[in-house]
């Protein structure tokens, strides 16, 4: 099995959710496969095509009507065969949906609705695509996102399948991957990630940088600004404040390290998403 590849997946400023429709015809190239993992949850939905589903839970084959799910930070892959293929892909934070709605699965899965609940998530994909094209405020965005979770809900606790030949090329991570999710403001340096792990720090050095594509204080640096940047995006904490609680303790470094990823400052970044909410009222 190849080593996963992280995959940085950027949401539109201010956007909880990212919609994309790809078309390739018949005789195109067959899509490279490659293992991949990322902070926002994935949804495809499938018209056209047929192959395999990859994840770390198994292994599914998928065809026209197939909705495949991966979780935030869930390696997964797609095998397509040749022929055309259609797809609709949808990308969202997990967090920016109400908590006391059903939870997707933890981990990926892939379900074939029957007949109305394809009909309800062409329905309502139709409907996200269009208020994302229209600069919907947010505020409604999440509630045709929160809407398609519940269809998608239930299409995997009806028609969901169980996959085949489960791998576990990220699985000596996950607590690592828990401790970040849950105390983002306690970053930790590479001995404690090992031990967290029970790995040796020279072989978790290793292995983090073939599996996650670059070092561990890199990679985890580039983590923190990510969060402090759907901070920003979504909240109105000072930016002082998002930067302690993304485990920055000198609003100069983490500015000069948000500078460096992004290319502005979190103060203008700040800007430029309030002007952008205001467009939108």
Not at 72 to 85: K, S
Not at 113 to 129: N, T, V, Y
Not at 242 to 261: D, E, L, P
Request: proline share 9%.
């Amino acid at each position: 099995m190849l080593p996963a590849l992280s995959e940085p997946v950027a949401l539109p400023p201010g956007r909880s959710v990212r919609l994309e429709r790809v078309h390739q015809p018949r005789g195109a190239p067959v899509p490279d496969r490659f293992l991949h993992f990322h902070g926002p949850a994935e949804l495809v939905f499938l018209e056209q095509g047929s192959g395999s589903f990859i994840s770390e839970a198994g292994e599914w084959p998928f065809s026209p009507g197939s909705v495949l799910y991966a979780p935030g930070m869930a390696i997964h892959d797609f095998a397509f065969a040749p022929g055309e293929r259609c797809w609709t892909l949808v990308q969202f934070d997990p967090l920016a949906v109400d908590p006391g709605l059903p939870a997707l699965p933890q981990v990926a899965c892939a379900a074939t609705p029957g007949s109305l609940g394809a009909q309800r998530m062409a329905l309502l994909l139709d409907w996200l695509a269009g208020s994302l094209a229209d600069d919907t405020p947010e505020a409604q965005v999440r509630v045709i996102l929160e809407a398609l979770v519940l269809a998608l809900k239930d299409a995997f606790g009806a028609h969901g399948g169980r996959g085949t030949g489960p791998t576990a090329a990220l699985s000596p991570f996950r607590p690592l991957l828990q401790h970040w999710e849950r105390f983002p403001e306690k970053p930790l340096g590479l001995t404690q990630a090992a031990s967290l792990c029970a790995l040796s720090p020279s072989y978790f050095s290793r292995r983090f940088t073939s599996t996650f594509g670059s070092g561990f204080v890199t990679y985890q640096t580039r983590l923190r600004l990510q969060q402090a940047a759907r901070m920003l995006a979504t909240g109105d904490l000072p930016v002082s404040q998002i930067g302690y609680r993304t485990g920055f303790q000198s609003h100069a470094y983490f500015s000069q390290c948000y500078r460096a990823v992004f290319g502005v400052s979190p103060s203008t970044h700040r800007k430029m998403l309030l002007a952008g909410r205001r467009s939108n009222e």
